[in-house]
C-alpha cells in the first residue's frame, strides 16, 4: 500500500504519518506539504531516513506538484488545509485559494490517476453551532451544514466538493467531520497548547468572552485510529463523524490546565469575544461506533495530562516556535 498524506507536516498530518508508520510498517508513505507556518518537519524526525518515507514539498494548488507526489499512490489522505478561524477573518482569500481549490486540485488529478480511494478530513465547524441549554443535541452526518467564518464555509466547499466527485464521476472517496483535537506536536496558536506554554511561563491564558464557549475534544491518536479504520473498512461515499466524548469550555480548560501545573488562577484572562462565535460543537459519533467499532478510548482527564506531559518534555520544540515574532506579537486562540 502506497499512501499520499497531504498536510503531513502539520499536528494531526504528522501524528498520522508516525501512528501509520509504526502500525504498517510495510505501507509507503508519501508526505505532501507546503511548510506554512503550521507546518513543522521536526514533527517527523523519527520517521526521517526510513525508506518507505518520502516527503515532497509543494502546494496542493499546484496540479504538476500534485501529480508528481500522487503517481503510484493506491490511497490519499487530505489533511492540508488553512485552520486558524481567527485567520479566516482577516484573510479569507487564502482560505479560499487552499481548501476548496486545492482540494479540487486533488480531486481531479486522483481520478485522472484513478486511484483506489481518497479520503477527506473535515471539521464539525461546518455544521454551525449547537445549543447551550441542551446538551442532547449533537452533530451527526445528517446535520444540515451551516457554516459561520470563512473558515467553515471553505471547509464546507471542500466537503461539498468530494461529495460532487463521488456522485458524479462514481469516484471512491470518504469523509470524516471531527471535533476539536488536541495532544503532541499542536501547533500553540490553539487553545490548548497556547494555556499549557503560557502557564509554563507564567503569562496569561487569554479566555474569549465569559469563557463559555463548549467544544467537544478529541484525542489525537484517537483521531487516527478512527482515520484508519475509514481508509480500512469505511464504505465509499460515506460521512463519518467522529467525537471525543469530552465537552469543554475555556474556564474549565483554563481551570483544568492551571490546577494540574499548580499555577495561579490570577493567569485567566478575559479578552473580547470573536466575531460570530460559535457556543457549542459537540459530535455523535454513533454510525462509526456501529458500523467499524471505533470509540474514543482517551478520556479528556488522561489526554490533557499526557499532552502536557509532552509540552514538559520537548519545551525546545515549542519554545523555538514561539520565539518567533509573528507569534510574540499575536499569540491567538482558535476554539
Given at each position: 500500500m502506497k499512501i499520499l498524506v497531504t498536510g503531513g507536516a502539520g499536528f494531526i498530518g504528522s501524528n498520522f504519518i508516525i501512528y501509520m508508520m509504526d502500525k504498517y510498517p510495510n505501507y509507503e508513505i508519501v508526505n505532501l506539504d507546503k511548510l506554512t507556518y503550521a507546518g513543522n518537519l521536526e514533527n517527523l524526525k523519527e520517521v526521517e531516513g526510513n525508506p518507505n518515507y518520502t516527503f515532497i514539498h509543494g502546494d496542493i494548488c499546484d496540479k504538476k506538484i500534485v501529480r508528481h507526489a500522487m503517481k503510484g499512490c493506491d490511497l490519499v489522505v487530505h489533511f492540508a488545509a488553512e485552520s486558524h478561524v481567527d485567520k479566516s477573518i482577516?484573510?479569507?482569500?487564502?482560505?479560499?485559494?487552499?481548501?476548496?481549490?486545492?482540494?479540487?486540485?486533488?480531486?481531479?488529478?486522483?481520478?485522472?490517476?484513478?486511484?483506489?480511494?481518497?479520503?477527506?478530513?473535515?471539521?464539525?465547524?461546518?455544521?454551525?453551532?449547537?445549543?447551550?441549554?441542551?446538551?442532547?443535541?449533537?452533530?451527526?452526518?445528517?446535520?444540515?451544514?451551516?457554516?459561520?467564518?470563512?473558515?467553515?464555509?471553505?471547509?464546507?466547499?471542500?466537503?461539498?466538493?468530494?461529495?460532487?466527485?463521488?456522485?458524479?464521476?462514481?469516484?471512491?472517496?470518504?469523509?470524516?467531520?471531527?471535533?476539536?483535537?488536541?495532544?503532541?506536536?499542536?501547533?500553540?496558536?490553539?487553545?490548548?497548547?497556547?494555556?499549557?506554554?503560557?502557564?509554563?511561563?507564567?503569562?496569561?491564558?487569554?479566555?474569549?468572552?465569559?469563557?463559555?464557549?463548549?467544544?467537544?475534544?478529541?484525542?489525537?491518536?484517537?483521531?487516527?485510529?478512527?482515520?484508519?479504520?475509514?481508509?480500512?473498512?469505511?464504505?465509499?461515499?460515506?460521512?463519518?463523524?467522529?467525537?471525543?466524548?469530552?465537552?469543554?469550555?475555556?474556564?474549565?480548560?483554563?481551570?483544568?490546565?492551571?490546577?494540574?501545573?499548580?499555577?495561579?488562577?490570577?493567569?485567566?484572562?478575559?479578552?473580547?469575544?470573536?466575531?460570530?462565535?460559535?457556543?457549542?460543537?459537540?459530535?455523535?459519533?454513533?454510525?462509526?461506533t456501529s458500523e467499524l467499532g471505533w470509540k474514543p478510548s482517551v478520556s479528556f482527564e488522561e489526554g490533557i495530562k499526557k499532552t502536557i506531559h509532552w509540552y514538559e518534555t520537548n519545551k525546545p520544540w515549542w519554545q523555538k516556535i514561539i520565539s518567533k515574532e509573528y507569534l510574540n506579537s499575536n499569540r491567538e486562540t482558535k476554539k
Open positions: 482577516n484573510e479569507p482569500s487564502v482560505f479560499i485559494q487552499t481548501n476548496v481549490v486545492g482540494t479540487e486540485v486533488l480531486l481531479e488529478v486522483a481520478k485522472e490517476l484513478e486511484i483506489k480511494r481518497f479520503h477527506h478530513i473535515s471539521t464539525d465547524e461546518v455544521f454551525g453551532t449547537l445549543p447551550l441549554d441542551n446538551l442532547k443535541v449533537k452533530f451527526n452526518e445528517t446535520t444540515p451544514y451551516y457554516p459561520r467564518s470563512p473558515y467553515s464555509a471553505s471547509k464546507a466547499g471542500s466537503d461539498h466538493l468530494v461529495r460532487a466527485y463521488i456522485e458524479t464521476y462514481n469516484f471512491p472517496a470518504t469523509i470524516s467531520n471531527c471535533t476539536n483535537n488536541y495532544g503532541p506536536l499542536q501547533f500553540p496558536e490553539k487553545i490548548i497548547p497556547l494555556f499549557i506554554t503560557n502557564a509554563f511561563e507564567n503569562k496569561p491564558l487569554p479566555i474569549y468572552g465569559k469563557g463559555k464557549a463548549v467544544r467537544d475534544y478529541l484525542y489525537v491518536i484517537d483521531h487516527c485510529v478512527a482515520i484508519d479504520l475509514i481508509i480500512h473498512k469505511g464504505r465509499i461515499g460515506e460521512t463519518y463523524c467522529i467525537g471525543g466524548d469530552s465537552e469543554k469550555n475555556g474556564l474549565e480548560i483554563a481551570d483544568t490546565i492551571l490546577d494540574i501545573l499548580d499555577k495561579p488562577k490570577t493567569l485567566k484572562t478575559f479578552v473580547e469575544d470573536r466575531k460570530g462565535h460559535d457556543m457549542r460543537y459537540a459530535m455523535n459519533h454513533s454510525k462509526i
